[in-house]
């Protein structure tokens, strides 16, 4: 689908937007940081954060149509992973290890993946045989454990530390520059979260590019086809199981890099990162983007950052100039805004806000030919 | 006999297949053997277990007895993708497309397992990639062309018309590059015109070295077209011969209630 | 041995509810072929709702049983309305869309009932009050107290109830039919939607029931008590086979003694090592074998695709 809309564009325009937006992307912390201030600058790094889960949940949902709502176990696994492997922490458990595993960024990252990987095959794998609603209530389960495990896991060993989390996490560095300090490039002071704004961006580049080739290829067929009709996708020689097991790897390794990031971003991780209700809101971003749709999911990610934000500074001022007083926290009213969000979306614009070209021709109204429904059977 | 093909020429040979689901005995003890270029016919009242037995012959549904061999191997009955692997492709009665992906693009998933592109392959997109995406895009295209859907390549499955439809099936199937085609009626709701030009492309799928195993309900088009005709009723199977002997044996027209064969 | 029986006895009155909630899931599960991800925010509702009544009522002199009765007269009818409004708000109108289309709606549901819920009742932990008197009796060396005898006797009963209406009255029939075969049954001339309606209606009375039950038991209640019950239940109507109304009460119960001997003899089983904060887990791991093992469950039909 990506062809499609690639094709009716001309090549020049292309270069020059393509070069506009990487000069837009070099330059917007710069922009944001002078402008809105430095906090913005760590939630746009936050953003990015969440563009790479929402592209791997997009993976799962969008492409193969696999419902899965607890995503945000494979960020916790990778999180974890990262704090584990660079922290003081595990020293505490096996003074053999004093001071501490301090991996490099390089090796977390890929075990990260594959780690969080594993964990999707091994979740996906009883479901998958079953429709689709098993799958998202045992993801849905399985998001929850993992936290009772987050939660827990200080006795008899202390792995995880419990509730409170695991602190003094290494800043990532990268050949020796740490991310955690700023860094003076010929008399510019770069902030920390400049840095790995610049991180996060390579890694998203990376991770929507993946996306790209991925869904334009035989593999990202086979997903959509088994979303379109499973049982005809095996009529075409799909071996489906494999194929949806490959769908939830790959989203789930996502995630896990994501998380591995997130953990030496906030040099500190805790089961409270990772709640189904953010789950739900990488849901929401895919969903409200466009299931399915790139750009759109991107859209999404970026827009339900900004969004609680947004919320955060003018929902109170707002209600209490309207009512005298806070009704409705932020927080709260995120929530709401989310879980509605959700049900309209469904109700009125199934392809999200930015659905691809082809579904949006057709929501423009195909009228012309008969709807007689291919596919459109269901038992 | 004269229908028992000599071994080199028997493709598919199907033995004492069974299937019940619940009380209801849908397939009961049939057998029947395919030669390679035929035009096989398969009919029947409706209820009669003609769908049943494709689907168990393309591996949706396991059977209860029986066994299938395809081209001197077992099939792998049980487990579809292998089976069309080895070489079966099928159409489904209510046709079953991606209804939200591009008629090419429905014809490029019939080439998944004619082709490799690994995780790695797609991503890094090599040359062996290259080569095969074109391979797979250009295959699309002629099949498209084949079956006269060309000019609707990048519409979505879903807005084509229904023979259109019909047509598109087929060519994904066709796309897995089978020995076999079995089709589950595929003049189901078409007009004269399309049923023509739908027995034109049967017979030049024939013409081109695959074999067709055909379900259908209009007798008509079943008799001009099939050199065999077997004939089911409640899960049996009561005939199979030439057509014009089936269309005069006393039990398959009492099976159709006298009369709607003649 | 006394910890042993006091166990079965704990897990059957935490299985008697487990059954109440399941069976709203089995129900319209049998009928529309759709886990309602909502069910658990339904219990919690009610809950909340019969919370308040109890509270308003607990200062009035009235005896125990008699508020709890009101409560639940309260919490009945909202939970009806809201059964039925999710219905005709997040599924209806998908009925004929991609299965992935009322999953979400109704992800959607149970946030917006949650956030709706914490903002009226607030997101502390309610205590719920004592209605019945705590002192225990002894039975075989357990202790079981009034609260859990009318726990189990409410939820026999109303199962029973459940079963009558099923079996004997002509919506109950309607229902069957409407389950075996949607288009036969409306071909008969029954109105499914109706009966989809009805379905998800009783479902929430039962629903009702568990919340007040859940509270009275824990003598808690909060805005998310729903989740972990509504995956409890689930996986309780998966074990007995989903679709199936006698399965569901089945797993109800076994799923509550499962939990119950499996929180009070973890710590036993593995030195120490794990304790009961791990109670949520079992349900959990139940639910991956029954998919893994026997999908169908213990009384169900086969759950995959026809083709
Ligand atoms: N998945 C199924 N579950 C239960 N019964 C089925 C199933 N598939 C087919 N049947 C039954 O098997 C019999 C044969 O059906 P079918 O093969 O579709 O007949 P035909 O294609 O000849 O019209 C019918 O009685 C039908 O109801
Ligand atoms: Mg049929």
Known sequence: MTTLEGKRRDPRVALAGTLLLAVALALAPFAVGAGAGIAWVRVIDFALLYIMLALGLNIVVGFAGLLDLGYIAFYAVGAYLYALLSSPHLAGAFPSLAPGLHWPIWAILPLGALVAGAFGVILGAPTLRLRGDYLAIVTLGFGEIIRIFMNNLNRPVNLTNGPQGITQIDPIGIGGVSFGRTLDVFGIGLPSVYLYYYLFLGATLLVVFVSIRLEDSRIGRAWVAIREDEIAAKACGINTRNIKLLAFAMGASFGGVAGGLFAGFQQFVSPESFTLMESVMVLCMVVLGGMGHIPGVIFGGILLTLLPEALRYGAGPVQTALFGKVLVPPESLRMLLFGLALILVMLYRPAGLWPSAIRRREFAGAGNSPENGAGSERE | ?262 | MDTFIQQIVNGLVLGSIYALVALGYTMVYGILGLINFAHGEVVMVGALTALSIVKALSGSGLPGPVIALLGLMGAIPVCMALGFTIERVAYRPLRNAPRLAPLITAIGVSIVLQQVMMLGWGSTYLSFPALFSETPHSLMGAHINDLQIMIVCVAGATMAGLILLVQKTRIGRAMRAAAENPAMASLMGVNVDRIISFTFVVGSALAAVAGLMVSANYSIAHYSMGFMLGLKAFTAAVLGGIGNLAGAMLGGVLLGLIESLGSGYISDLTGGVLGSNYRDVFAFFVLILVLVLRPSGLMGEQVSERA
Do not use: W
């Open chain 2, 1 to 262: 006999m004269a229908r028992e093909a000599s071994v080199s020429e028997v493709l598919l040979d199907a033995r004492g297949i069974a299937k019940s689901f619940g009380g209801v005995q849908a397939l009961r003890d049939v057998s029947l053997t395919i030669g390679r270029g035929e035009i096989y016919g398969l009919i029947g009242p409706n209820g009669a277990g003609k769908t049943t037995f494709f689907n168990v012959l393309t591996g949706l549904y396991s059977a209860d007895s029986g066994e299938v061999q395809f081209d001197g191997a077992r099939l792998d009955i049980g487990l579809p993708h292998l089976v069309t692997r080895q070489g079966i492709a099928r159409t489904f009665q209510n046709i079953r497309l991606f209804a939200n992906m591009s008629a090419l693009e429905n014809v490029m998933v019939g080439r998944h397992l004619r082709s490799h592109a690994s995780v790695i392959g797609a991503v890094l997109r090599n040359r062996a990639t290259r080569r095969e995406e074109a391979d797979i895009v250009d295959r699309a295209h002629r099949l498209l062309r084949y079956v006269g859907v060309d000019a609707r390549a990048n519409d979505l499955a879903r807005h084509l018309s229904y023979g259109d439809q019909r047509r598109l099936e087929i060519a994904r199937a066709l796309a897995t590059e089978p020995k076999l085609l079995a089709l589950d009626e595929p003049a189901a709701g078409m007009n004269a015109t399309e049923t023509a030009s739908l027995r034109q492309l049967v017979e030049s799928i024939r013409a081109d070295g695959v074999t067709v195993l055909l379900i259908e309900h209009d007798v008509k088009l079943v008799m001009g077209l099939c050199d065999r005709v077997a004939v089911l009723d409640y899960g049996e199977k009561i005939a199979e011969d030439v057509p014009d002997r089936v269309q005069r044996d006393p039990k398959v027209v009492e099976a159709y209630l006298g009369g709607a064969l003649a």
